[in-house]
T-cell receptor, first 112, second 110 residues
């Protein structure tokens, strides 16, 4: 089955700096890669996703890049703000699949 | 907005009890999922269902069962709760791969 590795497990940045979280996956058939943000006391929420037919996708301060050859994808957050502090999960799956395979999560802390 | 509602936010149960965790979604999604979340282990899939009365084992189904008698409701059952099932349990629903999660049930087994 699919195995998704996520690094780092914790990340601390100063407000205004950029944050990068990296994930690798094992199954070359995977073609859908979402990122979820989990704030304290809440369930994870989808923040951005990418499919294998594109290499990069941006939405305001967040972007995701995908390298299918190397089987890795990354989340980039620019101009970080304290409200970006949360746990972030990457995931991978085949488009035709039912269930997402999640990484172990990255706890991001943005300090003012 | 899609809502996924988990019936309890916090539960404390005794070892050996039969425990029911309930999840209801209001958007007619075919797929529903149960995950458990533990520090350092991320989200691990317990069971999922892609249709009424259908169920599939996830990565860690041992000690759990599920029931889906109606499309909107997916129940997770701990047949005989044990302390190693103390965890945060997250339910999700989706029409495909776009998940909506509930807020979670923090279960403590004593």
């Amino acid at each position: 089955g699919e195995n998704v590795e996520q690094h780092p497990s914790t990340l601390s940045v100063q407000e205004g700096d950029s944050a990068v979280i990296k994930c690798t996956y094992s199954d070359s058939a995977s073609n859908y890669f979402p990122w979820y943000k989990q704030e304290l006391g809440k369930g994870p929420q989808l923040i951005i996703d990418i499919r294998s037919n594109v290499g990069e996708k941006k939405d305001q301060r967040i972007a995701v890049t995908l390298n299918k050859t190397a089987k890795h994808f990354s989340l980039h957050i620019t101009e970080t703000q304290p409200e970006d502090s949360a746990v972030y999960f990457c995931a991978a799956s085949e488009d035709s699949g039912y269930a997402l395979n999640f990484g172990k999560g990255t706890s991001l802390l943005v300090t003012p | 907005d899609v809502k996924v509602t988990q019936s309890s936010r916090y539960l404390v149960k005794r070892t050996g009890e039969k425990v029911f965790l309930e999840c209801v979604q209001d958007m007619d999604h075919e797929n529903m999922f149960w995950y458990r979340q533990d520090p350092g282990l991320g989200l691990r899939l317990i069971y999922f269902s892609y249709d009424v009365k259908m169920k599939e084992k996830g990565d860690i189904p041992e000690g759990y069962s599920v029931s889906r008698e109606k499309k909107e409701r997916f129940s997770l059952i701990l047949e005989s709760a044990s302390t190693n099932q103390t965890s945060m349990y997250l339910c999700a629903s989706s029409p495909g791969l776009f998940y909506t999660f509930g807020s979670g049930t923090r279960l403590t087994v004593v």
